[in-house]
Nanobody, 120 residues
Framework: VQLQASGGGLVQAGDSLRLSCAAS????????MGWFRQAPGKEREFVAS????????YYTDSVKGRFTISRDNAKNTVYLLMNSLKFEDTAVYYC??????????????WGQGTQVTVSS
């Protein structure tokens, strides 16, 4: 499984960005998907995840109400819409895939990151 994240950039506080994660798999619907981020000098943290069919989503508290994870299994793509961006959202964002239908559990595959920089 190869994951290609894109859509990062330099924005101002309050702006929006949409990240995309293209997966090179035959059936993305067999995977739960997630987004993580890592800020300079900090550990990688969970941002959001979505079940294989998109019915359930999970978010870390700091992004609830601002970020939305979604997926299009027909396009083998997962998205992260980020609204009302804050300086503290600055990080490298990674997408990840988890084989199977469980809502929780470790992610098995990781993509390269895309940089999001929010200027205050």
């Amino acid at each position: 499984v190869q994951l290609q994240a894109s859509g990062g950039g330099l924005v101002q506080a309050g702006d929006s960005l949409r990240l995309s994660c293209a997966a090179s798999v035959r059936f993305l619907s067999r995977y739960g998907m997630g987004w993580f981020r890592q800020a300079p000098g900090k550990e990688r943290e969970f941002v959001a995840s979505i079940t294989w069919n998109g019915e359930r989503t999970y978010y870390t508290d700091s992004v609830k109400g601002r970020f939305t994870i979604s997926r299009d299994n027909a396009k083998n793509t997962v998205y992260l819409l980020m609204n009302s961006l804050k300086f503290e959202d600055t990080a490298v964002y990674y997408c990840a895939a988890r084989l199977g239908y469980d809502d929780i559990g470790p992610f098995d595959y990781w993509g390269q990151g895309t940089q999001v920089t929010v200027s205050s």
